[in-house]
């Protein structure tokens, strides 16, 4: 039915936690029991495919070795594993033989083994890092990865550029203006606040790209994931700016053919879709023109899986305008 | 999960005349001849009271006397706990074995351990009238039970039956959570508090509407939305000089259309963060001197400038499936609190349908795409799909029967223990041909009526189609007046009609966001067409609808679906089939 994420077309209703009391930090870790995400993540064909490509096509790095899921869920990556020769599959979140899952947080989970050759996860969130297991793979990799082991994926980098949104920018902010008759524009600069989560047609985007983060999973270090990135777009033809649009791609570099897949806007649908920002007022750009700024990303202090946002921007020879957003 | 019972021990209204030990030979097979059995053969015997040894020649005398001599109204004090048959037989029986005084027997709130214990549901006085007459406004249960003699021995057997499938479900949830590792981790370092907590079913809860999508959900869903504007702003006779509550209020939607009508004061109740929010929208909306958001739960809060009283309660409470989430409680709470003698509830009624559905399309995109999944079988992931029922919409075509109503909510009179409940119930199938069964589909249609008065029976809900504009011209939309209706439409025509406003958020309406809720069927069935023998024939599938809360958190459902199929031409109802669900 529904899933945790932020602002998404379908979320509708949130759910109720199931037993106990929980916070919503043990919230978290519940909403990954419900079948309905793992549906929805393993109908997404681009994710899984690209999974089973870098994995079973690869049996030369998986023959004989020890691999460990990171946030294993349904265990579909273990079973891919196992299928492409590993002698071992560890699913750290119940297999018989070559995989063992074991339930419970990594983080206070003793493993039967002490090391591995492998670690694969699907750890990616919305906007790469929202609710994202990274630092989790990454404790998982100090603590149990042989030296030069090899992890899948092993690099992620986000990019962002501007779009052109104004109907649906109408329709999600400026909707608020007048409901049903009534004036509601207090509640429009918290909406705009609100990332939202939703796929943007390529004939959308306004500028060229640019890429704000690269997050190689072999030297990543947790402070890594808080950042302030510079960016610089130029763009493409004349129109209008109504939002920033952010998107990431993974790839598995240690693979032959270097598998790898993108969940931008130019690229078949995923279920991470793509994560809108709306800019406060609309920009007017001509060909050719650069939006320069920075977008910075931290843990939200109180809720560390919650992100907050930062957006600065300036077009020549306008004010600089800068927003926080956060996605929780 | 699914169990089968064996038709005999659940049905007692089947066993007629099989059942050894049981006085059968008076029974009259014509179901028709039962009403006249129990109230001319009953209701005639000797009966005493229950409070001294007197006999009454009539069990009806019996109750008067015990009402004018004991000031004890049995039937009334049933409907005021909302005693089902069991517990009204296990009152009576706990009253005829210990002898309580009627101030003590006044007293018991329903909860007490005599309404579950096995103990009372032996009868004390051999062949008890009192036992075999139901009050006659007996409403959801078991309306079509027959002799209580022999209940009480199917009761008994249905009771044990019932007791081990529950020990069989505790082994399977024990088996399937994990219990051992889940309070291990929850008593792990860190984690702990060395009491056990008090659950907190509501701090999620109200967090959940904190954020704005959720709010747009709602406010966007335009048959919602605008079935209460237009009820509000059509009748001027109630709310003009109003005092309003709107409990639940959200962004405050409701108290602002309220205000709009004229309502001399609203407020406006909620108890999460968005109260703030709609106190900015009140002012915004220069209506602050009528509109007053008050941040709190019902339940606790007072009514400033020494209001205690309020003429109208708005609110939109309704859940999936009606009932989750459980907000009605808090409603009917304000109600009690706040509804001043005549006030009305808007809406005034709710009805809960339930009818067969063809969710082969959800099926397939839920449960059949666990078989393969890239060449694996996962199907175990599908397994639970059964156990929990499913929010999504469906299209008009698949309904398979005509709906059954299995709750019908009064919300001027209802009790939150009403809000638990068993009902029976009877589809019609109305299937054109040979045609498989999947699943049960649940929805609900709202009423709203200026009196608070429940609609007359066969009252039709108004039902907006994908293709019908919906009603949004009761507000000014750009300054501009509303176009008057003429007479000649189909509103000023109907003018009984149209002091009803209702919605239904059925397969019929266009999409609500409260979609359907389907209950997947883990053994589908085969329903044959109709035909005419005689008469019409169709068929039938009939039994109980249950809907408890959870035991573990208030806000979400357990239900329970006994059901038997009878095709036309066979001659009895087939086995009886129950599956039970979580809503959540």
Redesign the interface.
Known sequence: ?DNAG??TNH????????????T?RD?YADSYAH?GI??EM??DSVR??SY?SAIVNNVHLFKGKTVLDVGCG?G?LS??AAKAGAKHVVGANGFKDTITLV??KLE?TELPFQEFDIIISEWMGYFLLYESMLDTVLLARDKYLKKDGLIFPDNATLYIAAIEDQDYKEE?IN?WDN?????????KD??LR?PLVDTVELKAVVTDPCLIKHIDLRTAKKEDLTFVAPFSLTATRDDYVHAFLAWFDISFDCTHKKVKFSTGPHAQYTHWKQTVFYTPSTLRLSQGDKITGSLSCAPNARNNRDLDITITHKVEGEEETKIQYKM? | MSVRLSQRSTLPEDDSGSEEGTASSEEDNEEETWDDWVSDSMEQRACRSLFEDKVLPSVQEALAYDKGTHGFDLDGFCAQLSLDTYRRIRLINFVRKTNPTSAAVGALTGAEELFSSDEYLHPVLEDDPLLQIQPEDWSDSDADDTDPAKRIIALEKRLSAAKQDLADYRALVSKQLDIPTLIAAVNEPGNISQSAPARDDDSHYFQSYEANDIHAVMIQDKVRTSTYAHFILTNPSLFHDAVVLDVGCGTGILSLFAAKAGAKRVFAVDASDIAEKAEKIVKANDLDSIVTVIRGKVEDITLPEGIEKVDVIISEWMGYALLYESMLDSVLRARDRFLRPGGVMAPSQSKMLLALCDASEVSKERVDFWNDVYGFDLSIMAHDLYDEAIVDVVGPHTLLSEPDTVKDLHLGVITPRQLDFVSSFKLLCTVERRTKVNSFILYFDTFFTADGQPVPDGTEVKVIRESDPIVAEVWPVGGRPAPQRRTSSSFGTQVELSKITSFSTGPQSIPTHWKQTLFLLREPFIVNEGAFVFHFVCSTVTGHFHCVKSKTNSRELDVEIHYSVRNEGETQDGAITVQMYKVR
Do not use: N, Q, W
């Not at chain 1, 409901?179 to 509640?187: H, L, R, T, W």
């Open positions: 039915m932020p602002s979320h509708v209703a949130p759910k109720e936690p199931s037993a106990l009391d929980m919503s919230y079948f793992h549906e393993l109908k899984t495919g089973r349904t579909i079973m891919f339930k419970g206070e999600k909707f409901v049903y008759g009534f004036d509601y524009s207090c509640i918290i909406a609100e929780s």
